[in-house]
């Protein structure tokens, strides 16, 4: 039995706010459009110039292929629905970098690095609190086979290389750098269950200590091994570069993991000012967002106000769960965003008008126009000519046996 969709607002709602779009959902008009769709150009060229090669994945995949190592988060934001043909649940994509690492994965199956870049459209379930886009035009690149910080640093230039096609100097943002293998080596001496985890894992995003010390005062080890001293200094690591330097003395005695991780996030450092050396950095070694996803450093670029351009980070043999595993590093951020950023475009709107009792014969000449670039609109009968004329400022005419363009007037 079908269902009467009118039945489910009144009648007099339904005509005023069927034009109404979801919330956290837009549209761009043509002036912004046009200046998306440049600034997606530039990008592609910046992206194609370094050696990045561009893939296109569907918007909608098997659910248990779209979610794969993403965590929980990610399934949270995922619009869900089954496929009519065969029952299978489906998964409105949310994110394209799992869909990439799929591809190179299981699609590229390439045994040295794959250097990869995208664009388009994701839709999620929710916001992520502040007023953003629940629809965002996600670019992004990943870099694939490769584990150490030079991938890393590679995959940050080519991100801060991104935003200045926005004009953004990199002398203008704060880049946010972490290291997720610093908590993970502290942590995995605890021999902690899923649960207890979970909760501190929670305290110290919350940077809250005192929930810290309460769980860890029921886990002997984190006392003996001086692991609670060290996640109360983790938890107050962050400020510029030389906190590197402060993290080394604090943790002095803690495993080998956490002192390799300390050395990737530094030779990360040099390499970003080694190019960029008017970057304000700021190291926060508590920033553990994406921890279920990622495994190395983490990063992300902010404007002056702390406005969030782009972000990203290592997420190593995420593609196990394709038959692959392969180390990775990659970022993203939103398109329209940062389009926002930039001045308005200048974008012509000239245009050239042809009368319509001239068009089949100007035809050729329209032709020959356009493909010089030029706005060619044609009368269109029974329209006022005045509406028509608005965006154009020169008329083709034929005079004296040739077509002409004459200023219209």
């Avoid at 370094?50 to 399934?75: A, C, K, N, Q, R």
């Avoid at 940077?207 to 005062?217: E, H, N």
């Avoid at 091994?225 to 510029?240: P, Y």
Wanted: proline share 4%; net charge negative; charged share 25%.
């Amino acid at each position: 039995m079908s269902t009467d969709l009118r039945a489910i607002r009144p009648v007099n709602q339904l005509s005023s706010d069927r034009w109404q779009l979801p919330d956290g959902v837009d549209e761009l008009l043509p002036d912004a459009a046009w200046q998306v769709e440049s600034l997606r150009k530039k990008i592609i060229e910046r992206c194609q110039s370094w050696g990045f090669e561009l893939v296109m994945p569907p918007m909608i995949e098997y659910l248990d292929s779209l979610l794969t190592g993403t965590g929980e988060t990610m399934d949270l934001q995922t619009f869900k629905l089954v496929d009519q043909q065969n029952g299978r649940a489906l998964g409105i994509r949310a994110d394209m970098t799992p869909q990439v690492a799929r591809i190179d994965a299981h699609s590229l199956r390439s045994d040295g690095p794959n250097r990869l870049f995208y664009t388009g459209s994701v839709l999620r379930t929710r916001t992520d609190g502040f007023g953003g886009s629940r629809s965002p035009l996600q670019f992004g690149a990943e870099l694939f086979g490769h584990s150490g910080p030079h991938s890393d640093i590679e995959i940050i230039r080519l991100m801060l290389d991104t935003l200045s096609e926005a004009g953004i100097n990199a002398s203008s943002l704060i880049l946010d750098l972490g290291h997720v293998g610093v908590y993970r080596a502290l942590v995995s001496k605890l021999a902690l269950s899923d649960e207890v985890a979970s909760e501190l894992f929670q305290s110290v995003q919350r940077g809250s200590f005192p929930d810290v010390s309460a769980i860890l005062a029921n886990v002997p080890q984190a006392q003996s091994t001086g692991i609670e001293h060290m996640l109360a200094q983790l938890m107050q690591l962050r400020g510029n570069d030389s906190i590197v330097d402060d993290a080394r003395t604090a943790f002095a005695d803690a495993p080998t993991e956490a002192r390799d991780a300390l050395d990737d996030l530094q030779a990360v450092i040099e390499g970003v000012k080694s190019t960029h050396p008017d970057i304000a950095i700021n190291v926060d070694l508590a920033e553990l967002r994406g921890y279920s996803y990622h495994t190395g450093v983490l990063f992300a670029a902010y404007t002056s106000n702390g406005e969030e351009l782009a972000r990203g980070g290592r997420y190593d043999d995420v593609g196990a769960a394709f038959g692959r595993p392969r180390p990775a590093t990659g970022f993203s951020g939103d398109l329209k965003k940062l389009a926002d950023k930039m001045p308005p475009a200048n974008r012509s709107q000239e245009a050239i008008y042809v009368a319509a009792a001239n068009v089949n014969a100007a035809w050729l000449e329209i032709v020959k126009l356009r493909n010089r670039g030029e706005r060619v609109l044609t009368e269109l009968a029974g329209i006022d000519r005045s509406l028509q004329t608005v965006q154009c400022d020169r008329e083709l005419i034929f005079n004296d046996g040739q077509w002409q363009l004459n200023t219209l007037s």
